[in-house]
Structure formats: structure tokens, C-alpha cells
Nanobody
């Protein structure tokens, strides 16, 4: 079974930065796509940054210019660099991997942006 483990969440002040990590139990190149989603209380889960293995990253309009998704194939890790954080970025962030029609999810890591 594929496992995804997120880390790096925490409390940060507005304007600050965090770097989230997602370690996959299998080679990240074996997936068709990888990405980060977030879900705030009472809201639907929404894509934040996604990337097909051979394509370019796609970002939600709300995070363009502030967030960057990267990957390290050697360590089977996907990162989300989050800069210029805003209170509205507060959410649980989930790592996602797709292989064919199957979606795999991590348990999530909480990001709280507050002064």
C-alpha cells in the first residue's frame, strides 16, 4: 500500500514562510501526478499545487507567486515552499499522489497563519 507522510506544518505569523515535506513509500516517478491540497473547516478540499511527472506545475490562483512545488526523486519527497503566508492560508495541507485512477492521500499537516 502506498503511504504518504507529510511534515513541516506549524504556527507562523503573516508574511512568514514554511516548507512542507511529503515522503512517499514508493518512487515518486512511479506516479502519474503529485500535488498538495488543503482543506479548512467547513470547506471542500482544494488543489493548491499539482504537477504531472512530465508536465509543469499548476497553482491555484490564490497562491501563485507565493508557493512553489518541488520534488527530490532520490529521497521520494515532494516539497511545498510557502512564502508570504496569509491568514487565509490556514488549513490542513494534504499530500496527494495519483497512479492511474487511484488517489493516495497523506494524513495531513496543519498550517496556522496568525499573529
Amino acid at each position: 500500500q502506498v503511504q504518504l507522510v507529510e511534515s513541516g506544518g506549524g504556527l507562523v505569523q503573516p508574511g512568514g514562510s514554511l516548507r512542507l515535506s511529503c515522503v512517499a513509500s514508493e518512487r515518486i516517478f512511479s506516479f502519474d501526478a503529485l500535488g498538495w491540497y488543503r482543506q479548512a473547516p467547513g470547506k471542500l478540499r482544494e488543489p493548491v499545487a499539482t504537477r504531472t511527472i512530465q508536465g509543469n506545475p499548476l497553482y491555484a490562483d490564490s497562491v501563485k507567486g507565493r508557493f512553489t512545488i518541488t520534488r527530490d526523486s532520490h529521497d521520494n519527497t515532494v516539497y511545498l515552499q510557502m512564502n508570504s503566508l496569509k491568514p487565509e492560508d490556514t488549513s490542513v495541507y494534504y499530500c496527494n499522489a495519483k497512479r492511474g485512477s487511484v488517489n493516495y492521500w497523506g494524513k495531513g499537516t496543519l498550517v496556522t497563519v496568525s499573529s
